[in-house]
């Protein structure tokens, strides 16, 4: 990856707005086409939002798109349609026991709204603050409810597979368990005893640290500082660790980009929420901040192409056939892998935010970087006709689940959920920085 050591957040501010003039019309469009009795939108197929079943993870993107676009330009309507959405449709997030998504459907919700309340941009209301908060404290404690310990004392927030299975996804939806502890909350459980919802959040961090992030020290073949499988799995029976695996990516020893994107955003946001609450354990901090250095650090030396855009998995076989793809720009448009700009959109805020925590320049000026490429062409979609934002997303490539154009020969050209609200919560991050608005945290 080329850095651009001189870029500046200001330098961003004109392609932020053309990001927000176009979503103000995007958000309300979906809206007003979408029938929820399909399901989740969850990603395009040329260019118009579809479902996909599998758990309905991306319903509160929906909603969140609305209110961070709100944020951005106090748009009134967004507000009101985010509000009411939330409150009409998004209740059974709260209590859903069979996912591990609660702090990608609940805090792009609930969350949002309660931290625009505290920040004065929505008129108080101690009813509906108590709302927010009594919706983040129960699916916090739900959430921790869906817990598996391991044989050396540690344990993990399971994912929808089952009891035997952690995925490195959850590193960024365990902040559901935090903002929970913080509000004063617990998960009780047989007898009543008080499980802290705290330590359940720092353990699950520290085993996703030590069974799903290499850090290049171990006698594995494939042990490269910074790689992330997408899933560890256990023996149910005694809980001891027994293999990597795979979902999304291609391999469980190579290193699927957007697993790896939820683990730098993860524990860089973890990191500051420590802070904040001026978490005493150095231990545990120490573990945190080298596995969030470890994961950025690959993105930047192993993953990224020039202009800091990465494909859908760094082992993906075409690669081979794509020689010196490190050393150019990304092309959405190859024959022979897929990029996966939802990725990068989740990567460039884990960037920015470890380089403010470490106050080191390097991630900083990466995170931009990468940035400034999601801002512009061919990856910002300002065509009206298209309901997605950002561009040559891709969700599933080992299930085909990607829509392939005729005359291509992989997936480009279409969005996701989930692409669109990051792209729209790193637009949200910058311009907070730009204008001197509050620093943007979930806690």
């Not at 973890?270 to 231990?283: N, V, W, Y």
């Amino acid at each position: 990856m080329q850095i651009d050591q001189n870029i500046k957040p200001s330098d961003l501010a004109k392609s932020i707005d053309s990001l927000f003039t176009i979503a103000e019309q995007k958000v309300v469009d979906l809206d007003r086409a979408w029938d929820t009795s399909r399901g989740t939108p969850v990603f395009t197929v040329q260019g118009k939002y579809t479902s996909k079943g599998w758990t309905e993870w991306t319903q509160g993107f929906q909603y969140g798109c609305a209110i961070l676009t709100f944020d951005a330009t106090d748009d009134r309507g967004l507000l009101e349609m985010g509000r009411k959405r939330t409150r009409e449709l998004m209740a059974p997030h709260l209590t859903h026991i069979g996912v591990h998504d609660h702090g990608f459907n609940n805090l792009s919700t609930y969350g949002n709204l309660r931290r625009l309340m505290r920040e004065g941009r929505i008129e108080q209301n101690e009813w509906e603050l108590s709302f927010y908060e009594l919706a983040i404290k129960a699916s916090g404690a739900v959430q921790a409810a869906r817990w598996w310990p391991t044989f050396d004392g540690l344990g993990y927030v399971y994912s929808f597979n089952g009891p035997h299975s952690l995925f490195v996804d959850t590193m960024r939806t365990i902040r559901i368990l935090s903002l929970s502890h913080q509000l004063g909350h617990a998960l009780m459980g047989e007898n009543d005893a008080k499980i802290n919802l705290l330590d359940r959040m720092i353990t699950h961090g520290l085993a996703t640290a030590k069974y799903i992030c290499f850090d290049g020290t171990s006698d594995h073949t494939y042990d490269v500082r910074g790689r992330t499988a997408h899933e560890a799995l256990f023996n149910r029976n005694d809980g001891r660790f027994r293999a990597r695996s795979t979902q999304q990516g291609y391999s469980p020893f190579s290193t699927w980009t957007r697993g790896l994107a939820w683990a730098m955003l993860g524990y860089a946001e973890e990191l500051e929420f420590l802070r904040a609450i001026r978490h005493a354990d150095a231990k545990v901090i120490e573990i945190f901040e080298k596995t969030a250095r470890d994961v950025c650090d690959h993105y930047i030396d192993g993953c990224a192409t020039t202009d800091g855009i990465v494909y859908w998995d760094d082992g993906a076989p075409g690669l081979a056939r794509m020689e010196g793809w490190r050393d150019r720009a990304a092309d959405p448009f190859n024959e022979y892998e897929p990029v996966d700009s939802s990725a990068s959109a989740i990567a460039a805020q884990g960037l920015l935010r470890l380089g403010r925590y470490l106050n080191e320049p390097r991630y900083t000026q990466a995170g931009l970087t990468v940035a400034r490429t999601l801002l512009g062409d061919p990856y910002l979609s300002a065509d009206p006709k298209h309901q997605g934002l950002l561009l040559h997303s891709v969700y599933h490539r080992p299930n085909n689940w990607d829509y392939i154009p005729p005359g291509r020969k992989i997936p480009c050209g279409e969005s996701s959920m989930w692409g669109d609200y990051h792209l729209l919560e790193l637009g949200v991050y910058l311009k907070r920085l730009i204008t001197g608005r509050p620093y943007l945290t979930f806690f």
